[in-house]
């Protein structure tokens, strides 16, 4: 493990939460339900243990604020799932797309962009998502749930058709197969394959292996937490929404990051909002 859950971080969003002035009589109805599954630093699942830099800034934001989260882990595709049919109050970490717009109400929380992740080697860089389809030699693999934009979902469903794609259920699991050499690419944030490298033996030295490359269709955009519109009450979207700006206002989610991945990298896929 890295230092991630260190006493210095935990006293950092703990400061963070006692700063924050009070929403008046604001408070949470209910306890409020947070499936999630893991995601590099973002979320972190050790058996029953579920922490991470979102989850950890909301207890001591909610603690302070009168909310309550319950967090459970869950495979990424059903928490999506779980999200569009209102048995889960947020979904979070996400990146902002028209389809969950239609379920929630979006909070941006980090400048992000996903980029084609492979390993160091001498092929010829690949630029365009068209290059990556005329590549036929390249095996990708994705994780089922995540969901970049509709330029990101054509580019899945040609690769399926082209019976060049592979759906795994977590990061993890790509960041296997990369290691293995079964897969050739995939795309995602890196700040995801590389936290699950730094934490698992597994695959560990992957992250120091990694080649990334932007594709101009997968720009930068917002990741954050979205708020159900189906199982929260106005009240309590209301109260959490301003909980979550504060939290990206405040610049504590970006030192999160700073403190568990090299600059380099932040400055390629994470930026404050």
């Known amino acids: 493990m890295t230092d991630f859950y260190s006493s210095a971080w935990r006293r950092t969003v703990a400061i963070l939460a006692l700063a924050l002035p009070s929403l008046g009589s604001a408070q949470c109805s209910r306890d409020i339900q947070v499936p999630v599954s893991a ?22 934001m909610g603690a302070k604020l009168g909310c309550n989260f319950i967090f459970t882990a869950v495979p990424r595709a059903r928490l999506e799932a779980m999200f569009e049919t209102g048995k889960a109050d947020l979904l979070m970490p996400a990146s902002s797309t028209l389809r969950r717009d239609q379920h929630g109400l979006f909070i941006p929380m980090l400048g992000s962009r996903p980029l084609l992740i492979s390993l160091q ?6 630029n365009t998502m068209q290059e990556l389809l005329e590549r036929r030699e390249l095996r990708v693999a994705l994780v089922r749930g995540y969901d970049y934009g509709l330029p990101y979902q054509a580019l899945a469903k040609e690769l399926s058709s082209q019976g060049r794609l592979f759906y795994e259920v977590d990061a993890l699991s790509v960041a296997r197969l990369m290691q293995s050499g079964f897969i050739d690419a995939t795309i995602m944030a890196p700040t995801i394959l590389t936290g699950v490298a730094q934490n698992d033996a597994r695959v560990y030295g992957l992250a120091d292996r ?3 490359e932007a594709l101009p269709e997968l ?33 504590t989610l970006m030192e999160g990051f700073q403190r568990h991945h090299r600059q380099e990298l932040l400055s390629l896929s994470i930026r404050p909002r």
Do not use: C, F, H
Not at 223 to 249: C, N
């Open 210 to 212: 990694l080649r990334l």
């Open 121 to 126: 080697g001498t092929r010829a860089p690949i």
């Open 219 to 251: 720009p930068w955009g917002m990741s954050g937490v979205y708020l159900s519109r189906k199982s929260l009450t106005a009240e309590d979207q209301a109260t959490l929404r301003e909980l979550l700006d504060k939290a990206g206002r405040s610049g």
């Open 39 to 60: 995601i590099g630093a973002s979320v972190v699942i050790n058996g029953a243990s579920i922490g991470g830099i979102y989850p950890d800034l909301l207890r001591s």
